[in-house]
């Protein structure tokens, strides 16, 4: 990839002068605003895909021509399909965290791989989710920057780790069975850059990676992406540790994480998403120690309750990764699962003014 040019040379400029004098400030989830809106069904649905009063699928309620969906296949949690159906929330949702300080939002994309929208028969709709995902995001930074044209602000594609896994088998019985294969992955990846590109994303993140196999064949995928278009984005790589273990799931260390994934030369490395920001701290230790790009982290805003929530507080959050921040690990810093923008707005605040961690030379060090 190294021989393409930038796609979006000036964005990428500011993103490199941004991240050479401060720390910059990701989003929160997406999951944890959407649920605020209690959407049913119906909801998720909307008149694209609306069910006719009759029972009778591919019209909507006033007659207008709706896509043909089976009432076989549910929609409700298809957060993804928001894009498309409810595009209004997912705007409002970026410029929420935008206005809390956010320099960069995540694309609602998540879940937008043909793998992983099998689960709803919607593969069809996979380049269109992208694309539409990507181009949210983007007017909403355009029309923050128009705010506050001193902060540049960036879209980032995500792509999810799929609901599958290429090392490990969904089959106690049968170690050696697999539900996907590299290939299969590597297309999946490669067809859902191109919409983020298409849409405007201005950086491409392969995010709570709990395979390193599933990451390896998004970073392939994207390659051929780029390989295809004749121009290239700025990579984020960010995995998840799975438990206090400080192993991902198919079992690798974040250092070890780190070499599988450093070929790929990476604007930043990080992990997200599974542990609290206490728990977290000596995994991006670690990754801080071995790699030559910058640190993200986005954290849960805690572990789990009983009920499923996150009760760390936008206080508490703030104050540790504040403690990251001082301690001089991150580059990148924002919120996973049970965040919100008043979580984003006292990280924003607790690292305002705390330089961003130096990259280290690694090839020269003794």
């Given at each position: 990839?190294?021989?393409?040019s930038?796609?979006h ?5 500011k993103?490199?002068d941004?991240?050479?004098r ?22 998720y ?7 006719g ?30 894009s ?7 705007h ?39 694309r ?33 896994t ?6 106690v ?5 697999r539900n996907?294969d590299f ?6 990846y ?13 950086i ?12 390896k064949a998004a970073l ?23 438990d ?9 260390t974040a250092e ?5 994934v ?6 930043s ?6 542990l609290?920001?206490?728990?977290l701290?000596?995994h ?12 993200s ?12 929530g ?9 104050t540790t ?11 990148i810093v924002?919120?996973c699962?049970?965040t919100?923008?008043a ?24």
């Amino acid at each position: 990839m190294t021989h393409l040019s930038w796609l979006h040379p000036d964005r990428v400029a500011k993103l490199h002068d941004a991240l050479a004098r401060r720390i910059l400030v990701l989003d929160g989830a997406m999951g944890t605003m959407l649920q605020a809106h209690r959407l049913d069904e119906a909801g998720y649905r909307g008149q694209r895909f609306a069910q006719g009063c009759d029972g009778a699928h591919g019209h909507t309620h006033s007659g207008e021509h709706a896509d043909d969906h089976g009432c076989q296949h549910d929609l409700k949690g298809d957060n993804d399909l928001l894009s498309l159906t409810h595009p209004e929330i997912i705007h409002d949702i970026h410029a929420a965290y935008l206005d809390a300080g956010a320099d960069f939002v995540e694309t609602n994309t998540f879940n937008s791989t043909s793998i992983s929208q099998a689960d709803y028969a919607l593969q069809h709709l996979v380049r269109e989710l992208n694309r539409e995902g990507a181009r949210l995001a983007r007017a909403a930074c355009d029309a923050a920057e128009a705010r506050t044209p001193d902060q540049p602000r960036f879209a980032i594609g995500v792509l999810g780790p799929t609901s599958r896994t290429a090392s490990l088998s969904p089959d106690v019985n049968n170690p050696g069975f697999r539900n996907v294969d590299f290939d299969e992955l590597e297309n999946a990846y490669a067809d859902a850059t191109h919409g983020l590109i298409e849409g405007g994303a201005d950086i491409v993140m392969v995010e709570t990676i709990f395979d390193t196999l599933n990451a390896k064949a998004a970073l392939s995928g994207i390659a051929r992406a780029f390989d295809e278009v004749g121009g290239r984005l700025p990579i984020m790589i960010s995995g998840t540790i799975t438990d206090r273990s400080g192993r991902t799931l198919s079992g690798q260390t974040a250092e070890a994480f780190w070499y599988s994934v450093a070929h790929a030369r990476p604007l930043s490395i990080g992990l997200n998403c599974a542990l609290g920001a206490k728990d977290l701290r000596e995994h991006i230790e670690a990754l801080s120690r071995v790699a030559d790009c910058c640190i993200s982290a986005h954290p849960n805003a805690g572990l789990p309750n009983a009920m499923g929530g996150y009760d760390e507080t936008p206080e508490e959050m703030a104050t540790t990764l504040g403690e990251f921040a001082r301690a001089g690990l991150l580059n990148i810093v924002g919120g996973c699962c049970g965040t919100t923008p008043a979580h984003i707005a006292a990280i924003a605040e607790a690292v305002r003014d705390v330089p961003p961690r130096a990259l280290p030379d690694i090839a020269n060090a003794a």
